[in-house]
């Protein structure tokens, strides 16, 4: 386990043309596992404290964590207003593309196995995300999300990919129970916590849902190596 008192952090920005850019903070513990990227759901964003104490999880469990905002703060802008972009499940799984590719250049993630993390509309961005990328992503896991609407990609996707829902989530339950049923290339698998509805609201229903997302990773998300964090 690591010290969280031994994690380095720092904000990054990935261009993503027309002069724009998208913001995220990344957080790198001594010799990480490896790198989980998150790709928040709909009207949320990288400070979500559901997210953030997911990532915390993670951190301690030493792997190095990317909260990043998928939209640029001029498509947030737009989108609180008319959400027209946060069912773009094209656009996010785009630009969590591009936060993969840049991990793969900065030296402290560079020759770490990445997984990701979605929830809401998230989950469905990342399971196009990696079915667009075969061999390399090396995990899912999705929150209470929407992979449902990832489509065809369901059917394509090879990353092993663990589905988390409320047990009273009962339309989502449903949705999970069909998308899981078309991941034909994947090892997948559907994990219920009882009692908690979308948000994980319910006492220990959000910690339920950190400890099986860490499980997960950790049996998935395997470094070659150690590698050294970067100086702060």
Request: aromatic share 6%.
């Amino acid at each position: 386990m690591t010290n969280r008192t031994d994690i380095v952090e720092r904000e990054i920005a990935i261009d993503v043309g027309r002069g724009e850019r998208i913001v995220g903070n990344l957080r790198v513990p001594r010799a990480p596992r490896g790198l989980v990227i998150f790709a928040h759901g709909s009207g949320s964003s990288r400070f979500s404290t559901r997210n953030r104490y997911a990532a915390g999880e993670l951190e301690h469990a030493a792997f190095a964590t990317l909260l990043i905002d998928l939209l640029t703060p001029r498509e947030d802008t737009i989108d609180r207003h008319d959400a027209r972009f946060r069912f773009d499940i094209k656009l996010l799984a785009e630009r969590l593309q591009l936060a993969k590719r840049a991990a793969f250049e900065w030296s402290e993630t560079a020759a770490l196995p990445i997984g990701y993390f979605g929830a809401s509309t998230g989950a469905a961005a990342a399971i196009v995300a990696a079915a667009r990328a075969p061999g390399e992503i090396a995990a899912i896991v999705s929150r209470g999300g929407r992979p449902d609407l990832a489509g065809d990609a369901l059917e394509r996707v090879d990353a092993p990919t663990l589905l988390i829902v409320g047990g009273a989530d009962t339309i989502v339950l449903d949705l999970n129970r069909k998308a899981m049923r078309r991941m034909h290339g994947a090892i997948a698998d559907l994990a219920i916590v009882p009692g908690a509805t979308h948000l994980f609201e319910e006492p220990g229903t959000l910690e339920a849902a950190a400890h099986l997302a860490r499980n997960w990773f950790t049996r998935y998300v395997k470094a070659q190596s150690p590698v050294a964090p970067f100086s702060a």
